[in-house]
DNA sequence: GTATGTTTCAAACAGTTGTTTGGAATTGAT
DNA sequence: ATCAATTCCAAACAACTGTTTGAAACATAC
């Protein structure tokens, strides 16, 4: 049993950083598990297929995710509504997001990445799976919104509230590399943290406009 | 000669649409070729290899998106400080982007996915190759809200405008898939043009916070 | 220790991929 | 009409893909 653990978690882990940084297409199960250091077929024996795969390393990551954004959403809907400044908001999805990259190093940047690539599979059915299955904050997100600004129309919010994911996601995905180009222009490097506390005044400003 | 075009344009034509849908991977030359309506070793004959397709694909659509860009830099870069308003620098950016829509359908979100794909290509080569063609003219619009804004640090402005980017190419690229949702959610349909325009004074604000 | 169920492993499977090849068809110039 | 160059095309290539198989290794319970 512990054996057995430790090849799914071994799968698991090479399996999150490939897909992050290659792909999902571009990153082979023989890739996989030669960085796991398990063979070939034990893909296929824990998981079933290369799809339920990918699946597994999304619900490890949006479990945790998900149950501390929740815990925060619940303090945020018992307050009134000229208590939920954007501000406001903006932490109770930043705080879960945090304390991921305090388990796992680079987790912050793994998870946008594994994110932008779930949306961007058009053919859907990974974005669809997501959304199925974890929507559901999101839409309490969305109501919290309303309450603390009920001068915007709901589709006002929608759009923004996606504004703001896509900035999250892009800028976040690809702190690695947007680092290096800023690193090397300005001589100055912020950590993805820096990066966060800069978002946070933009997406805020933005929201409120 | 004008056969050898209709050739090359077919294929260009027929890949932009697959990339942008699919990702590259996702997409074979046989995908390509069939839709196309071409035998497939004339990928190869005409463009040499499939990552040489893959910048063809994105020459094509940068060409004609950064001449007229460039042109509107160059009025703004006329103007005094005072007069470099956020909407106006922003408006730089979604003229040239509303003309390719009136070439093509669906110009502006086959352009906006392919950019997001590009970005997500970590393995770097075809980032690299963009932004070392095209990225002349983001600096030049870095340089614009320096002289706008000079209160801002220059690091400052560079997140800024890749949060700006992250929004765009997110909700831009994926806006048929979004408006689908929105559309069910509240039964109200907008374009890509309204789309852009709720974005503006979302962006703005956030530009200027 | 034997029997039972679980996990690992090397090997092979059928299918798809990008690319190459050599000859046929087409084109344009003289 | 003849020649040369360009373009097209069917076929084949080797490499790689996800998945399956059946036996070996292992663990667990009696």
Redesign the pocket.
Known sequence: ????E??KSRILDAAEQLFAERGFAE?????ITTRAK?????????FG???SLIQAVFDRFLQDFTKELSLELMTLEQLQPVQLEAEKLLNALIKPLLSLNSRRDNAISIFMRLLGRAYAETQGHLRRYVTDKYGHVLVRFTHLFQKGYPKLTIDQIFWRLHYMLGSMIFTLGGSDALRQISQADFNRDLGVEDVIKEMVPFLAAGMKA
Chains 1, 2 share one sequence.
């Open positions: 049993m512990t054996k057995t430790s090849t990153t082979s199960l023989r890739t398990v063979n070939l077929a034990s893909v296929n024996y824990h297929s290369k799809k």
